[in-house]
């Protein structure tokens, strides 16, 4: 009964110190730079404590500013929503808007491992692979489960489709807008004739947060936005 009693008490006290050490909001501002012009990205991400666990939603909307403004002023609103899990997030529904496009959607149903997809009016059925998940998600994967040491593979889905994307991971001193950061990057791995590019910088003494993210996207963009604010709240829910 000691025996059991002990390692009640030691679970209890990890579960309590998980719950405490995670911050219950996070909210992130970016500076952008484009080919094209400057933006600034606003992300905010809620954690809720229910009796199932944890769960998640990210918000990220992103706008032009300055004179890039006049000429681009559409807002891109991007969510992403799910649960928490030891291997880390598990998302259930992501949406990305343009302007005034129709939203692309992306629908998981983790029990019959299948993703539903939503494009341009059309509706694609995908097999979900175990580890699946979004792109907004994976930025924020790492405060909740460990990086690997050299190399991640991972099912990234965003609003077209789902492939499988390589990263090699290094580290590095990264200058901000709020100072020097010790960070571990994770750079994808492409085809020698791919166009696209990503490559995330997460702050090692700041829960793992994503300060800066370069990419090339499919319509040959070039992104690059910078960290200049972050607010961790650590208020638990009631």
Same mark, same amino acid.
């Given at each position: 009964?000691?025996?059991?009693?002990?390692?009640?008490? &030691?679970? $209890?006290?990890?579960?309590?110190?998980? #719950?405490?050490?995670?911050?219950?909001?996070?909210?992130?501002?970016?500076?952008?730079?484009?080919?094209?012009?400057?933006?600034?990205?606003?992300? #905010?991400?809620?954690? &809720?404590?229910?009796? +199932?666990? @944890?769960?998640?939603?990210?918000?990220?909307? #992103?706008?032009?500013?300055?004179?890039?403004?006049?000429?681009?002023?559409?807002?891109?609103?991007?969510?992403?929503? !799910?649960?928490? &899990?030891?291997?880390?997030?598990? /998302?259930?529904?992501?949406?990305?808007?343009?302007?005034?496009?129709? /939203?692309?959607? #992306?629908?998981?149903?983790?029990?019959?491992?299948?993703?539903?997809? +939503?494009?341009?009016?059309?509706?694609?059925?995908?097999?979900?692979?175990?580890?699946?998940?979004?792109? $907004?998600?994976?930025?924020?994967?790492?405060?909740?489960?460990? $990086?690997?040491?050299?190399?991640?593979?991972?099912?990234?889905?965003? !609003?077209?489709? @789902?492939?499988?994307?390589?990263?090699?991971? =290094?580290?590095?001193? $990264?200058?901000? /807008?709020?100072?020097?950061?010790?960070? %571990?990057?994770? =750079?994808?791995?492409?085809?020698?004739?791919?166009?696209?590019?990503?490559?995330?910088?997460?702050?090692?003494?700041?829960? %793992? @947060?994503?300060?800066?993210?370069?990419?090339?996207?499919?319509?040959?963009?070039?992104?690059?936005?910078?960290?200049?604010?972050?607010?961790?709240?650590? +208020?638990?829910?009631?």
């Amino acid at each position: 009964m000691k025996f059991l009693a002990a390692v009640l008490f &030691t679970w $209890l006290s990890c579960v309590h110190a998980f #719950a405490t050490d995670i911050p219950s909001r996070i909210e992130i501002s970016y500076d952008v730079k484009t080919d094209i012009g400057e933006g600034e990205i606003k992300e #905010a991400m809620d954690i &809720t404590h229910t009796k +199932q666990g @944890l769960s998640y939603i990210i918000n990220s909307e #992103a706008q032009a500013t300055g004179m890039f403004k006049l000429l681009e002023p559409n807002v891109i609103i991007r969510r992403s929503e !799910g649960i928490i &899990t030891k291997k880390g997030l598990r /998302p259930t529904r992501t949406y990305e808007k343009r302007g005034k496009n129709e /939203p692309n959607l #992306a629908v998981f149903d983790w029990e019959k491992h299948m993703v539903t997809l +939503q494009h341009n009016g059309q509706e694609v059925h995908e097999k979900l692979p175990a580890d699946g998940i979004d792109r $907004l998600s994976l930025s924020y994967n790492f405060i909740f489960t460990p $990086l690997p040491k050299h190399h991640l593979d991972r099912y990234v889905i965003n !609003g077209q489709g @789902l492939g499988l994307s390589h990263y090699k991971i =290094t580290k590095e001193i $990264l200058d901000t /807008p709020i100072g020097k950061m010790e960070t %571990m990057v994770l =750079t994808r791995q492409e085809e020698k004739r791919s166009k696209l590019k990503r490559k995330l910088w997460l702050a090692l003494n700041n829960h %793992m @947060l994503p300060v800066r993210i370069v990419s090339v996207e499919e319509n040959g963009r070039e992104i690059d936005k910078i960290v200049t604010r972050i607010n961790i709240s650590y +208020q638990a829910d009631h």
